[in-house]
C-alpha cells in the first residue's frame, strides 16, 4: 500500500510520500547438528599394544582427549532424540572387517553404550535448546586380541529426530 500525502504549510508546500508492506515469515521446526570437521581416530603404539590381556579399551587420540564436541539446535516444544551408529571396521589392505560393537561411547561421562549398526538411542531432549547446546561425546575402541594388523575406517552416524 502506498500512501502520498500533500500538505500546505504557511509559505511551504510539504509533500509526504510512505509506503508499507505486510510481512509473514515461516520459522520451520528444526532439529539441527553440527560436529567440528575432524576425524575420529585411535592410534596405537608399541608402548601401549599389546595389552598385558585382552579386552582392552583404547580412548581415541583424535580429536584431543577421544571427546567430540557435538552440538544441537531444536526449536520444537515436544520431545526428540539423538541417536549413534557405527558401521563396520573396513580394512583398508582388505580382508574381514571388524563389528561395529567394538567402539564404545558416553556422552558427558554417562555410562558406557555399544557402537552398533542400528542406531543407538542416546539422549532424549524436551522442548526448544534456546540456541547452540554442547554435548561431548567420548569414544574408546575394545580389542579382544584376535583382529589382524592393519588400519581400519569406520563411519559414526549421528542423528536428531523430533519426537511426536
Not at 48 to 62: G, I, L, M, N, S
Not at 141 to 155: T, V
Amino acid at each position: 500500500m502506498l500512501r502520498i500525502a500533500f500538505g500546505l504549510l504557511p509559505g511551504l508546500l510539504v509533500v509526504l510520500a510512505q509506503a508499507s508492506w505486510y510481512v509473514q515469515t515461516v520459522i520451520p521446526e528444526a532439529i539441527a547438528l553440527r560436529t567440528p570437521t575432524t576425524r575420529i581416530a585411535f592410534e596405537l603404539g608399541l608402548e601401549d599394544y599389546p595389552p598385558e590381556r585382552f579386552p582392552a579399551r583404547y580412548r581415541a587420540t583424535v580429536p584431543e582427549g577421544g571427546i567430540l564436541p557435538v552440538q544441537v539446535f531444536v526449536n520444537h516444544p515436544g520431545t526428540w532424540n539423538l541417536l549413534l551408529s557405527v558401521s563396520e571396521f573396513q580394512p583398508e589392505a582388505g580382508g574381514p572387517p571388524l563389528p561395529p560393537d567394538r567402539i564404545l561411547f558416553r556422552m558427558d561421562r554417562g555410562p558406557w553404550l555399544r557402537g552398533s549398526a542400528n542406531p543407538v538411542l542416546f539422549y532424549t531432549g524436551s522442548g526448544p535448546t534456546g540456541g547452540w547446546q554442547e554435548l561431548r561425546i567420548e569414544f574408546v575402541l575394545e580389542l579382544r586380541g584376535n583382529e589382524p594388523a592393519g588400519a581400519y575406517a569406520l563411519n559414526v552416524a549421528i542423528t536428531g529426530i523430533l519426537g511426536p
